[in-house]
Structure formats: structure tokens, C-alpha cells
């Protein structure tokens, strides 16, 4: 049967701390630390002498190596403090997040801004110098499409077109009767009275 081992010789961070990535008991074990280090401090300041000290953190040692409740306080206060910690970081994290997207947003708003003016400066400018210059010929286009002369001269062509046909294709009897009619419709009255065929 094994002796136990004495207090002196028992070390707080094994009891604390389970494994290298035991975050909890890592920061439990500097609370411990902690705990020592005010209690000293504590001590000193009503005047114990250093050997009163050094006993009285002994017992301290003791007293957290050989019961559980000092261990799970010192636990339960590193885990408070890690979660508060992890709050603390992930909503530091979550307002720079959100200052950094309002920043974007204002940024993208500003180059859309900047864009339009700059679009409605340049159609402006790009308007004033086809008029000054007089060479916007989307408006002339538009004005000599609404002004009658293109559906006169495709009347025109297509009459041509028509009496050409006619022309090659048809009897010389047609031809004339042809040519008066046209005539006659075009000045609205009778001026040619159409022949009779040979």
C-alpha cells in the first residue's frame, strides 16, 4: 500500500490543470496564483513577518491540493471568466463587423452618387455641344421621321417599282392606261384620257 503523498509535494496546477489545452484549468490555476499572491499581500499589510507568511500560504496550498471545493471554485470562476472573455471578443468582433459594413455601405453609396452626377453631367454636356454644334442627329432623325417625307418618297418608290413591273411585264396597251391612271390619281383630276389598245 502506497503512502500519500504529502502536501508540500502535491502541486496545484496538476490538480487544476488535466491537459496542455485545458484552457479552464489553465486559467484556474493563474486564479490560484492570484489567490496566493493577495493573501501574502494580504498578511504583509497587517505587519505577519515573512516566516508567518510563508506558513500561512503553506496552509493556504494545503488546504486547495487536499479539498475539492477550493479546486471547482477556482474552476468555476476560470470558466465564468473564459465565457465572459469569449462574449466580450465575439461581440467586439460583431461591432467592428457591422461598423465595417455600414463604412462599405456608405462607401458604395457615395461612388453611386458620384457616378450618376457624373453620368447626367456628361449626357448634359455631350447635349449641349450636338446642339450648339447642331449635329444631333437623333433629333433630326426624329424630326424627318414625324415630318411626312419618308412615307411620300416610299409611296414614290414603290409606285415606281409598280409601273416598272408593268412596264417590262405588261401588254403596251396596259402600259398607257397605266401611265394615265397614275396620272389622274397623282393631280386628281382627268388629265389624260386613257387610249384604247391596238
Not at 41 to 60: F, L, P, T
Not at 145 to 172: K, N, W
Amino acid at each position: 500500500m502506497s503512502n500519500p503523498e504529502p502536501t508540500e509535494q502535491r502541486w496545484a496546477f496538476k490538480c487544476l490543470v488535466r491537459r496542455e489545452d485545458d484552457f479552464v484549468g489553465l486559467i484556474a490555476y493563474g486564479l490560484y496564483k492570484k489567490r496566493k499572491s493577495d493573501l501574502a499581500d494580504h498578511h504583509r499589510a497587517n505587519g505577519c513577518s515573512e516566516e508567518e507568511i510563508k506558513q500561512k500560504v503553506k496552509d493556504y496550498h494545503a488546504m486547495v491540493v487536499t479539498g475539492d471545493a477550493e479546486i471547482e471554485r477556482f474552476k468555476r470562476d476560470a470558466k465564468n471568466l473564459l465565457d465572459q472573455m469569449m462574449d466580450a471578443t465575439a461581440e467586439a468582433i460583431k461591432n467592428g463587423h457591422k461598423e465595417e459594413i455600414a463604412s462599405l455601405a456608405q462607401q458604395h453609396q457615395k461612388a453611386i452618387d458620384k457616378a450618376k452626377k457624373q453620368a447626367i453631367e456628361d449626357v448634359a454636356r455631350a447635349a449641349k455641344i450636338a446642339i450648339k454644334n447642331d449635329q444631333w442627329w437623333p433629333l433630326k432623325l426624329w424630326f424627318w421621321l414625324i415630318s411626312g417625307v419618308p412615307s411620300a418618297a416610299a409611296t414614290i418608290v414603290l409606285a415606281a417599282l409598280i409601273f416598272g413591273v408593268m412596264a417590262i411585264f405588261g401588254e403596251p396597251s396596259d402600259r398607257g392606261k397605266l401611265a394615265s391612271g397614275i396620272l389622274n390619281k397623282a393631280v386628281g383630276e382627268e388629265i389624260v384620257k386613257p387610249t384604247a389598245g391596238k
